[in-house]
């Protein structure tokens, strides 16, 4: 097994420079902006750079908003799921691994084709009809994530006891979802808004085609006008990304372990 | 009542008492009511006018003609330059991405590579879209720090006819994400592989290499398979970092249907619903496989 070992660390450090070198050649370009010396310059512009600032600020928004739009949608089909309907599971499992097969720019073209302003409903003749589309898309793009990671919450709690305890107290169903369900998956609920927050800051596509100022437009124009600034905004993405994904691994070691799942 | 229904449709087929179903359905159904109508609105009929789109001509009438259509020399250069980007980066995402797994699992390496590379993989499997591509601008772009430093011991990759902007670029770029994704969903189907099947091998007399033909491979198979067909489908939809890379000189289809969404530079709108229609089938495609091999290999890992 000598040589195994050593053909196994052949490939986690070749795979370890592939995966490091950009991000070092990245950093170290995004340092040159000022000749001969290295420096935060490009980072000093682009935070100082006012449309960073707003179309950052306008993609976390639209991050929170699609957080909230997919817990709302996520959890209480998942639970009735679970608790009800359980025949209905592999058509709903069906339908939120769609966005994984249809393209995002195939379904922002189809809303634009069928929400424009002349039909019956013009979400896109109005900027905050737009907006509700733009997170309505990323909802959708946010899906198989957010119920994967529901559903699994759900599966390390017993939802049939805590809905009767809850029914036998005199909860109705909204206290049920709100005050007991919700509280017992906010772990995996919370992974799944990282998740979420992570697909949707840099998202380039969808709010490009729907014309909204987000970040991703923002980041693309910054790529075909400038030198330096891109270099620095990729490592500060990379970081955000980097930031959201720490978090799920934190919350999961506070998640229940399921009865199910061996160690 | 299920208990009822059940019973009485193992006597009676499977026909529900008229009188329970129309009891049944409001309760019951309201409950995921919004999910269904969502889905519905923002997922499935969107789609499903772009379909129904490709196959009407501009008075609405039924027609092949799109389709036909798409036989012209641009879009089905655009569909091959996607197609071989998407294979050759998921191809090479998924064989790299599994070495790489069973380095970390079984190749005897200390625990915090496992964690090191899992918890890497778990970033970079998300890392796509603008950003990906000012990376590779800035390795191995024309003043990238890569192409720098191998021009300075004498090795210059453009002369040698290497771009970033070019078919092997796009896929070197692919592949940043293409392999940690196959890590992440590698790794617990390699960690599925029991112990007692090595042992029960090498009772049985089995050398390392047949366990591994005999037991490693077919179980594994189904899995891997399955997630090539994931990466290929998530290559194939991928835009942003094309896009960003290379403006619009390495035309692949989501670049060419871009194009076509903002401008109508086709001057024909149901040749863009054609060619949203050729993805969808594409990718919906390689998803049906993707299915059918995730269902069999889950057999094994339960």
Same mark, same amino acid.
């Not at chain 2, 026909?15 to 159904?29: E, G, H, N, S, V």
């Not at chain 2, 049906?288 to 890992?301: C, D, K, N, Q």
């Given at each position: 097994?000598?040589?195994?070992?050593?053909?196994?660390?052949?490939?986690?450090?070749?795979?370890?420079?592939?995966?490091?070198?950009?991000?070092?050649?990245?950093?170290?370009?995004?340092?040159?902006?000022?000749?001969?010396?290295?420096?935060?310059?490009?980072?000093?512009?682009?935070?100082?750079?006012?449309?960073?600032?707003?179309?950052?600020?306008?993609?976390?928004?639209?991050?929170?908003?699609?957080?909230?739009?997919?817990?709302?949608?996520?959890?209480?089909?998942?639970?009735?799921?679970?608790?009800?309907?359980?025949?209905?599971?592999?058509?709903?499992?069906?339908?939120?691994?769609?966005?994984?097969?249809?393209?995002?720019?195939?379904?922002?073209?189809?809303?634009?084709?069928?929400?424009?302003?002349?039909?019956?409903?013009?979400?896109?003749?109005?900027?905050?009809?737009?907006?509700?589309l733009l997170v309505i898309g990323y909802a959708t793009l946010a899906l198989p994530?957010?119920?994967?990671?529901?559903?699994?919450?759900?599966?390390?709690?017993?939802?049939?006891?805590?809905?009767?305890?809850?029914?036998?107290?005199?909860?109705?169903?909204?206290?049920?979802?709100?005050?007991?369900?919700?509280?017992?998956?906010?772990?995996?609920?919370?992974?799944?808004?990282?998740?979420?927050?992570?697909?949707?800051?840099g998202e380039f596509t969808v709010a490009s085609l729907l014309n909204r100022p987000?970040?991703?437009?923002?980041?693309?124009?910054?790529?075909?006008?400038?030198?330096?600034?891109? /270099?620095?905004?990729?490592?500060?993405?990379?970081?955000?990304?980097?930031?959201?994904?720490?978090?799920?691994?934190?919350?999961?070691?506070?998640?229940?372990?399921?009865?199910?799942?061996?160690? | 009542?299920?208990?009822?229904?059940?019973?009485?449709?193992?006597?009676?087929?499977?026909?529900?008492?008229?009188?329970?179903?129309?009891?049944?359905?409001?309760?019951?159904?309201?409950?995921?009511?919004?999910?269904?109508?969502?889905?519905?609105?923002?997922?499935?009929?969107?789609?499903?006018?772009?379909?129904?789109?490709?196959?009407?001509?501009?008075?609405?009438?039924?027609?092949?003609?799109?389709?036909?259509?798409?036989?012209?020399?641009?879009?089905?250069?655009?569909?091959?330059?996607?197609?071989?980007?998407?294979?050759?980066?998921?191809?090479?995402?998924?064989?790299?991405?599994?070495?790489?797994?069973?380095?970390?699992?079984?190749?005897?390496?200390?625990?915090?590579?496992?964690?090191? /590379?899992?918890?890497?993989?778990?970033?970079?499997?998300?890392?796509?879209?603008?950003?990906?591509?000012?990376?590779?601008?800035?390795?191995?772009?024309?003043?990238?720090?890569?192409?720098?430093?191998?021009?300075?011991?004498?090795?210059?990759?453009?002369?040698?006819?290497?771009?970033?902007?070019?078919?092997?670029?796009?896929?070197?770029?692919?592949?940043?994400?293409?392999?940690?994704?196959?890590?992440?969903?590698?790794?617990?189907?390699?960690?599925?592989?029991?112990?007692?099947?090595?042992?029960?091998?090498?009772?049985?007399?089995?050398?390392?290499?047949?366990?591994?033909?005999?037991?490693?491979?077919?179980?594994?198979?189904?899995?891997?398979?399955?997630?090539?067909?994931?990466?290929?489908?998530?290559?194939?939809?991928?835009?942003?970092?094309?896009?960003?890379?290379?403006?619009?000189?390495?035309?692949?289809?989501?670049?060419?249907?871009?194009?076509?969404?903002?401008?109508?530079?086709?001057?024909?709108?149901?040749?863009?619903?054609?060619?949203?229609?050729?993805?969808?089938?594409?990718?919906?495609?390689?998803?049906?496989?993707?299915?059918?091999?995730?269902?069999?290999?889950?057999?094994?890992?339960?």
């Open positions: 097994m000598k040589s195994g070992k050593f053909w196994a660390w052949v490939t986690f450090v070749l795979g370890a420079a592939y995966f490091f070198i950009p991000l070092i050649a990245t950093l170290e370009f995004s340092m040159r902006m000022k000749r001969g010396e290295y420096s935060f310059e490009a980072y000093r512009v682009v935070l100082g750079d006012a449309r960073f600032q707003e179309s950052f600020t306008f993609s976390v928004v639209a991050a929170i908003f699609t957080i909230i739009l997919g817990v709302l949608l996520v959890v209480p089909t998942a639970y009735w799921i679970r608790l009800r309907l359980p025949q209905l599971r592999p058509v709903v499992e069906f339908v939120t691994l769609l966005p994984l097969v249809i393209p995002a720019i195939v379904i922002v073209f189809g809303y634009i084709r069928m929400y424009g302003s002349n039909s019956p409903l013009p979400f896109l003749a109005s900027g905050f009809g737009t907006n509700a994530y957010m119920y994967r990671a529901v559903d699994t919450g759900l599966r390390t709690i017993d939802v049939r006891t805590l809905t009767e305890a809850a029914q036998i107290l005199g909860a109705g169903w909204t206290t049920i979802i709100g005050r007991v369900i919700l509280p017992n998956v906010l772990i995996a609920v919370l992974s799944g808004a990282f998740l979420t927050f992570a697909i949707v800051i987000a970040f991703g437009p923002y980041l693309q124009n910054m790529g075909a006008n400038r030198a330096y600034e891109p /270099a620095a905004l990729a490592i500060i993405a990379f970081a955000i990304t980097w930031g959201c994904m720490s978090l799920i691994q934190v919350l999961s070691r506070f998640a229940p372990k399921s009865a199910s799942r061996p160690n | 009542m299920t208990d009822i229904s059940l019973s009485g449709s193992s006597a009676a087929g499977k026909t529900i008492p008229p009188a329970a179903r129309a009891m049944r359905l409001p309760t019951q159904w309201l409950g995921v009511a919004p999910f269904i109508i969502f889905a519905l609105m923002f997922l499935i009929l969107p789609t499903l006018y772009l379909i129904i789109g490709a196959f009407q001509n501009a008075d609405g009438a039924f027609t092949l003609q799109n389709i036909a259509d798409l036989a012209q020399p641009t879009i089905v250069a655009a569909y091959w330059i996607s197609i071989k980007v998407s294979v050759a980066s998921s191809l090479l995402g998924a064989f790299i991405g599994l070495a790489i797994a069973i380095a970390i699992v079984r190749g005897g390496l200390p625990n915090w590579t496992r964690s090191a /590379a899992l918890t890497f993989s778990g970033v970079a499997s998300q890392f796509a879209g603008v950003p990906l591509a000012f990376a590779f601008l800035a390795t191995l772009g024309r003043l990238g720090l890569l192409t720098v430093l191998l021009r300075s011991i004498g090795f210059d990759l453009y002369q040698h006819g290497f771009n970033v902007l070019s078919f092997w670029g796009l896929t070197l770029t692919y592949l940043y994400f293409q392999i940690p994704l196959m890590v992440v969903i590698i790794v617990p189907a390699i960690d599925g592989l029991k112990k007692e099947w090595g042992e029960a091998a090498a009772t049985l007399g089995a050398t390392q290499w047949q366990y591994w033909r005999m037991v490693v491979i077919p179980v594994l198979w189904p899995s891997f398979l399955g997630t090539f067909i994931l990466l290929f489908a998530n290559a194939f939809g991928a835009i942003a970092t094309a896009y960003a890379l290379t403006g619009s000189s390495l035309n692949i289809v989501p670049i060419v249907l871009y194009a076509q969404i903002r401008g109508d530079v086709l001057h024909n709108a149901n040749l863009g619903y054609a060619i949203a229609f050729g993805m969808i089938f594409i990718t919906g495609l390689a998803n049906v496989f993707y299915i059918w091999f995730r269902t069999r290999s889950e057999r094994w890992l339960k």
